[in-house]
């Protein structure tokens, strides 16, 4: 009888099949190589290999940018609602907020407050994209606009980080307007001549690209972030041509005179706390020892 048959095969303990735990290993998308989790979580995020920036979970980059204990984080209790009672497939927005809320521990698509920055005061925001794609509903303009009055209240430097999708659709008209209302509080920063620094991530597309995103005095972006209105697929189907090789990606947008440098995620801090340092920023009392 073969070792195979199926009286032999019945006694085989299958009960005891072990799984590696989520995101222990990590595929990277840019060169394939296998990664393991907790040495990329420990590089940034970032392939040893070639250098393609994995998405950082907002709390990393704020502690990334932030001096440690500075953040305090304003305007915990604005909350997008759901003014159109939008629902796709049965499924309603409040819900999926909800559920987005849930997973991420965070109130909407966006988290700002003050900060030290190398030891200078700053009013910093950054998109969270794992909150429904980052997308910008009247929450996110609100807490962005917030965010600009208090820069100019105290004449502090205003950081944004961008990560989104674009206007979230489910709040219509609601949402599309924050992009002019984002755009009016920066025109009066501007006016005021507080410094405002602009760092694209990847993806920023969509009503944010086309609004306070591309507005800043400096703009800065991670490599390769795709960054654009309308993406490329849309674009090709529209005018039936080719794209140039990497169009909307950061360096195309350098190459072009869109945004001020490319810099490396290890270099943002260093590279925000010499700007603030060439804008005159004021430091703060204690704050000389740079988190």
Not at 160 to 181: D, F, P, T
Request: glycine share 10%.
């Amino acid at each position: 009888m073969a070792w195979w048959t199926r009286e032999k095969a019945t006694a085989i303990d299958v009960t005891d099949k072990r799984s590696v735990p989520k995101g222990v290993w990590v595929k990277c998308e840019e060169c394939d190589e296998i990664l393991f989790g907790p040495d990329l979580d420990a590089n940034l995020r970032v392939c040893p290999r070639c250098d393609h920036h994995f998405s950082l979970p907002t709390r990393d980059r704020l502690r990334l940018i932030a001096d440690e204990g500075s953040f305090v984080e304003a305007d915990l209790g604005v909350e997008s609602g759901d003014p159109l009672g939008f629902r796709v497939d049965g499924k309603k927005y409040r819900d999926r907020v909800k559920a987005a809320r849930k997973s991420t521990g965070i109130a909407d698509a966006y988290r700002a407050g003050s900060a030290r920055v190398g030891g200078y005061e700053v009013e910093l925001g950054t998109f969270a994209f794992e909150f429904l794609g980052g997308s910008m509903g009247s929450a996110v303009g609100e807490k962005i606009t917030r965010q600009l009055e208090r820069s100019l209240a105290r004449r502090r430097p205003a950081i944004i980080c961008s990560a989104s999708g674009g206007a979230r659709m489910q709040e219509g008209i609601l949402s599309l307007m924050q992009m002019a209302k984002t755009s009016a509080a920066l025109a009066r920063l501007r006016e005021a001549k507080v410094p405002y620094i602009s760092v694209l991530l990847h993806p920023t597309t969509g009503g944010v690209a086309a609004s306070f995103a591309m507005l800043g005095d400096v703009i800065l972006a991670e490599p390769k972030a795709l960054i654009g209105f309308a993406g490329p697929r849309v674009i090709e189907q529209t005018i039936r041509q080719k794209l140039p090789e990497g169009f909307q990606r950061s360096e195309f947008l350098m190459e072009h005179g869109i945004i001020d440098s490319i810099v490396h995620r290890r270099e943002l801090k260093d590279r925000l706390v010499r700007l603030l340092a060439w804008f005159g920023t004021p430091r703060h009392a204690a704050g000389h020892d740079a988190g």
